[in-house]
Every structure is written in structure tokens, then in C-alpha cells.
């Protein structure tokens, strides 16, 4: 069974980064998606980015409110997926989950948490101003 493992939440300032990790063991597949959902207290779960592939194909997706700040990336070899996390901002703070699917999301669909049927523990992001 798929499990995801994720790290590197902490506190920074504003303006600073961070890099999370979401590490997924057991069982891979060819094609799937993997990405970073958040959740601030008193706030629905939000879209982050979500890397998904198909064979070579890989596809890119990111909330409009962090693209430019944010990139997602994927290391095949280590089943690894990464969120580089670069000019936080306070309203950044949010406990960010790690979620996995065993389908291709397209533009209307990446979005959509319970398309995504693996999740992560989640790991605190606290961005001070």
C-alpha cells in the first residue's frame, strides 16, 4: 500500500522560503498525480500544485495564487515530490497535506481534492510578518 510521507513545514518571515517534501512509498505508477493541498484554520482546503505524468508527459498546475512563488517538482528515482516555496507571505500560513491519485487531472479537474485518494499526515507552514 502507497503511504506519503511529508517534511519541511516550520516557521519563516516574510519574504523568506521553505521546501517541502512528500515522499511516497510502496507501490508506484505510471501515470498518476501528486501535489500539495492547504488548509488555514477557518478556511476550506485549497489547491496548491499538482505535478502529474503519463508516461514521459509531465503536466503542471498551480494556484493563481502562487504562481511566480512556488514550484512543484518530482524526482522519479526517489518517488519524491517537492514544493519550493520562495517569497512566503503571512497568508501562506496553512497546514499543507500531500495528496496522490492514480489518474491524469486536466485543467478543470487538478483541483478537485476528492479526485486524490492518498493523503499525507500534513505539515505546519507559519509564515510571521
Same mark, same amino acid.
Given at each position: 500500500?502507497?503511504?506519503?510521507? *511529508?517534511?519541511?513545514?516550520?516557521? @519563516?518571515?516574510?519574504?523568506?522560503?521553505?521546501?517541502?517534501?512528500? @515522499?511516497?512509498? +510502496?507501490?508506484?505508477?505510471?501515470? +498518476?498525480?501528486?501535489?500539495?493541498?492547504?488548509?488555514?484554520?477557518?478556511?476550506?482546503? *485549497?489547491?496548491? $500544485?499538482?505535478?502529474?505524468?503519463?508516461?514521459?508527459?509531465?503536466?503542471?498546475?498551480? $494556484? /493563481?495564487?502562487?504562481?511566480?512563488?512556488?514550484?512543484?517538482?518530482?524526482? /522519479?528515482?526517489?518517488?519524491?515530490?517537492?514544493?519550493?516555496?520562495?517569497?512566503?507571505?503571512?497568508?501562506?500560513?496553512?497546514?499543507?497535506?500531500? $495528496? $496522490?491519485? /492514480?489518474?491524469?487531472?486536466?485543467?478543470?479537474?487538478?483541483? @478537485?481534492?476528492?479526485?486524490?485518494?492518498?493523503?499525507?499526515?500534513?505539515?505546519? @507552514?507559519?509564515?510571521?510578518?
Amino acid at each position: 500500500q502507497v503511504q506519503l510521507v *511529508e517534511s519541511g513545514g516550520g516557521l @519563516v518571515q516574510a519574504g523568506g522560503s521553505l521546501r517541502l517534501s512528500c @515522499v511516497a512509498s +510502496g507501490r508506484t505508477f505510471s501515470s +498518476g498525480a501528486m501535489g500539495w493541498f492547504r488548509q488555514a484554520p477557518g478556511k476550506e482546503r *485549497e489547491s496548491v $500544485a499538482v505535478i502529474s505524468w503519463s508516461g514521459r508527459t509531465t503536466y503542471i498546475y498551480y $494556484a /493563481n495564487s502562487v504562481k511566480g512563488r512556488f514550484t512543484i517538482s518530482r524526482d /522519479n528515482a526517489k518517488n519524491t515530490v517537492y514544493l519550493q516555496m520562495n517569497s512566503l507571505k503571512p497568508e501562506d500560513t496553512a497546514v499543507y497535506s500531500c $495528496a $496522490a491519485g /492514480n489518474f491524469v487531472p486536466d485543467g478543470s479537474t487538478w483541483s @478537485v481534492y476528492s479526485k486524490y485518494n492518498l493523503w499525507g499526515q500534513g505539515t505546519q @507552514v507559519t509564515v510571521s510578518s
